[in-house]
């Protein structure tokens, strides 16, 4: 999926398309509908990118369809405007066959813009991370387990470990150390925090760092 996303950023959407086919079909058969929704989404994005719209609204639809039946929101938010974009137009088409409650909610879920939404820092990758990921980083760099993460952002560990897995494949690190050695080298990290790191005598308890996500 890293991949994929790194394709994505390069605009090289037939790769996407082709890489996504396959990996959507796995998904499906093993039963993993959070990862088939994130695909779908992506998916959503190449055509998208392809300026091929009916194609996009159908992928869109499609993850829609699956993570109306567990409640997800912050799967779409993470992808940010240009899903809420697209979910706007979906929202639209669908109207004409009857209430929207769902879209509704997601959309609403979206940070408007002029109604004081922090904006995302400069990163300089080729795949930014999400507002997501970079609370998740946050903790990582104070020397969060799993579970202590999923604690303080009220996740279940399975999405940690998705967000960590995205977090080390867009800073290109082999593991956690390397990911917060190069989220500080571009500035997403203060030293304290990278310090923490690489200091493990220096770590907080989960009291203490539950709730100091930047």
Known sequence: MARVRVLLARHQADEVLALLEALIKGATTTGHFDRVIEMRLLQALAHQMRKAEREALSALSDAV????????????????????????????????????????????????????????????????????????????????????????LVLSVQTVKRHVYNILGKLEANNRTQAVMHAQSIGLLSEEQRRRMTNPSEQKGTAAFAYSVA
């Open 65 to 152: 369809r699956l993570a109306e039946a567990e409640g997800y929101i912050r799967r779409f938010v993470d992808e940010g405007l240009p899903i809420a974009t697209l979910l706007s137009r979906l929202r639209d088409q669908q109207r004409r066959q009857g209430p929207t409650p769902y879209l509704n909610t997601v959309l609403a879920a979206f940070p408007q813009e002029g109604a004081g939404a922090k904006p995302l820092p400069h990163q300089g990758l080729l795949d930014p991370l999400s507002e997501r990921e970079l609370e998740v980083l946050h903790l990582l760099a104070q020397g969060a387990s799993n579970q202590e993460i999923a604690d303080a």
